[in-house]
């Protein structure tokens, strides 16, 4: 909302700097002048003993000489409270007896509803405290010691008891003269559905205040003392005040905690956060008794950059923690995110703290682990990958999770890590050959003679000279393929099996799939920009290549037909040559063993079909056919690479889906 002119010179005169800063600091009395509004004081914002925090209250401006923060009343309420300007006006209005402006007077009136429902609030909470001390309320007071919660921490969190009475608060309100309306529409009382007067909705439960980001009491949640109570917790109901969705238990307490520097820790109940903030951890909340909602998550990143969600360790506490994962993937931002700690053997945190101490509790959320962590472990946990399906099932559930993260960034650093989990799940396959010693053998040179092996730079691992003489074709392949998806994406979604499966051996070949597969498919603008953000230096590698620059897919990029079968025609050709290079390695195993005729003629035909897939249709005798961009092809290699991709139909009016 927008301020009238002069509405902030007007607050800022009205309240003295030194009485705003005064509630957070102490004075050094020897190093102020109180009479001419200099004032000194160890600074708030950071640690230190000396007094170089000064006030100058004439001309309302703070500064330290130590940590150079600076700013007026506004900016120090802000600072030290966590709050946003517009709350940090009305906390600084409310002290100077201001009234906020109202927009309109529909406004102003919905606001003076609202104020008198916080007032009707806050006199429940006198009267539930009152309870609390009376004999009525013995069984509840022994629970809270029980719980380890002294007289003065019940004060600190203005516990109360509410007795088993149909209209104890209800005949209290009233004798106050608080309207039927106000005591209903509050919350703390209903009315029957005859008609009659309105009963206690709290009966026979500790009460716990809720209060909002300002401070107001807003409703109430109620711990059953009779075990057979058919709700253990009972929260106050949506009213104008209060929206369980939209608040968080302890929410102003732990924004300031926060704001000094202070882990924003998730816990699941009332006790718990209570047993934290009681222990130290005091920017500690909890969702009003339903799961984490998004405004609930959003309201955490606007107190802190990566809240600690701290659920129990039990059944019901992990599949909690899961939900979250599940609500915050489509809402993450770059330096927002989440950590889990999971509590030890099935405890939550206040039994934790009570067993093992706030140490224990501080190095359960120190191990906090990411998010990508929990999504990971999730998606193992119990099973199996003991076949080439399950491992696909993996991957597949695992892109479904990325593709839901709307960044682009962060769903490339998630990619980046799953990649790495999942080769130390499965294993990464070695290729690497013995490494060359120079010198090796008669006629060294001492010039280039060194004890071990010689680390080849990045750039010679990373080109073609270094591959294997006979893989040199199959990474030309695998670049022509990758290109031909990258300016045809429509074509991705035809041939995803086969690109997720298949091995590529070029460099950066596999960040570009990870790009191909968890891009746009329907854009090739937009999935071309993703890749040269994402994958740069890959993406200018593969495009320099001459055989890609020639390849007709590349050149012709509104062919989509002529890619299509360019693309199946590169996949064929990588599998069968890929396949006879198996069978010969196996073949060549086995003749360690026992030489046979049979091993011979598996020999043979492996180096057959080697030959025949790489010569191409031009070196057979077969029949031939002649496709429609002029390329001459076997015709039973034809329709082998058909019977492999047997949904790939063909039509002078493009390929049939």
């Known amino acids: 909302m927008s301020l009238p002119p002069g509405f902030l010179d007007e607050l800022r005169n009205r309240v003295s700097l030194s009485s705003v800063v005064g509630r957070k600091v102490t004075w050094d009395l020897r190093k102020s002048n109180q009479a001419k509004g200099d004032m000194w004081a160890p600074c708030p914002f950071h640690q230190e003993k000396s007094a170089s925090f000064h006030v100058d209250d004439r001309k309302g401006f703070y500064y330290c000489f130590g940590c150079h923060a600076k700013g007026d009343a506004l900016t120090f309420i802000k600072e030290t409270d966590n709050l ?3 709350e940090a006006v009305e906390v600084l209005a409310r002290e100077a007896g201001m009234p906020m402006p109202a927009r309109d007077p529909r406004a102003a009136q919905v606001a003076d509803r609202r104020s008198q429902l916080a007032e009707v609030m806050e006199e429940a909470v006198k009267w539930f405290r009152l309870q609390l001390r009376t004999s009525a309320a013995s069984d509840a007071r022994a629970y809270l010691a029980k719980r380890g919660l002294s007289v003065e921490a019940q004060e600190r969190w203005e516990i109360g008891f509410a007795p088993d009475a149909r209209q104890g608060l209800y005949l209290a309100l009233r ?11 509050s919350g703390v009382c209903a009315k029957p559905d005859d008609g009659g007067a309105p009963y206690d909705r709290f009966r026979g439960r500790i009460i716990f205040p809720i209060r909002d980001g300002r401070g107001r009491a807003i409703s109430l949640g109620g711990r059953a003392m009779d075990p057979n109570a058919r709700a253990k917790y009972l929260n106050g109901p949506e009213t104008e005040l209060f929206d369980k969705g939209r608040n968080l238990f302890n929410h102003a307490p732990a924004r300031e905690a926060a704001g000094k520097g202070a882990p924003l820790v998730v816990a699941e109940g009332y006790m718990d956060v209570i047993a934290l903030a009681e222990a130290g951890f ?16 959003r309201l955490m990143w606007r107190i802190s950059d990566e809240p600690i969600i701290a659920l129990d360790g039990d059944t019901a506490g992990i599949r909690a923690a899961l939900r ?4 915050a993937l489509p809402l993450l931002e770059a330096g927002k995110g989440l950590r889990f700690a999971v509590m030890p053997g099935g405890m939550d945190p206040d039994d934790l703290i009570k067993a093992q101490g706030a140490g224990t509790m ?22 199996t990958f003991d076949s080439p399906e399950r491992k696909a099932a993996l991957d597949k559930s695992l892109r479904a999770h990325l593709k839901r993260i709307v960044d682009p960034s962060i769903r490339a650093h998630y990619g980046e890590d799953i990649k790495q989990l999942r080769m130390e799940l499965f294993g990464q396959r070695s290729r690497a050959a013995k490494p060359f010693q120079p010198g090796m053998g008669r006629g060294r040179n001492p010039r280039f003679a060194q004890d071990g092996p010689v680390t080849p730079m990045p750039s010679t691992k990373g080109s073609l000279l270094a591959t294997a003489p006979e893989r040199v074709e199959e990474v030309l392949r695998e670049a022509v393929i990758l290109a031909a998806l990258i300016f045809h994406p429509v074509l991705i979604r035809r041939f995803e099996s086969v690109l997720e499966r298949i091995e590529l051996i070029g460099e950066g070949h596999e960040a570009l799939r990870f790009q191909l597969l968890n891009g746009p498919d329907a854009d090739a603008a937009a999935l071309y920009e993703q890749i040269q953000a994402q994958a740069p230096a890959a993406l200018d590698a593969l495009l320099a290549r001459p055989h890609v620059q020639i390849a007709p897919p590349v050149r012709n990029r509104a062919d989509h037909d002529l890619a299509e079968f360019c693309i199946a025609e590169g996949f064929a050709h990588l599998e069968a040559s890929r396949g006879a290079r198996r069978e010969i390695a196996e ?4 003749i360690e063993g026992l030489a046979d005729e049979g091993l011979t003629w598996r020999i043979a035909q492996a180096n057959v079909a080697r030959f ?21 092809m076997d015709k039973d290699e034809l329709e082998g690479a058909r019977s492999l991709w047997d949904s790939i139909q063909f039509s002078k009016d493009g390929p049939k889906r």
Do not use: C, Y
Request: proline share 4%.
């Open 282 to 297: 005091k920017a500690s909340v909890a969702p009003l008794g339903t799961a984490v909602t998004e405004d609930q998550l």
């Open 175 to 185: 004798q106050k003269g608080v309207a039927d309306d106000l005591i209903v529409a």
């Open 587 to 590: 073949a060549m195993e086995d």
């Open 362 to 383: 501080k190095a359960v959320l120190d191990g906090a682990l990411p998010m990508v962590k929990l999504l990971w472990n999730r998606e193992i946990e119990g099973k």
């Open 84 to 86: 946003g300007f517009m």
């Open 324 to 327: 979250v994962i599940d609500l």
């Open 612 to 632: 025949s897939a790489l010569a191409g249709p031009q070196g057979k005798t077969a029949e031939g056919v002649l496709a429609s961009n002029g390329v001459q």
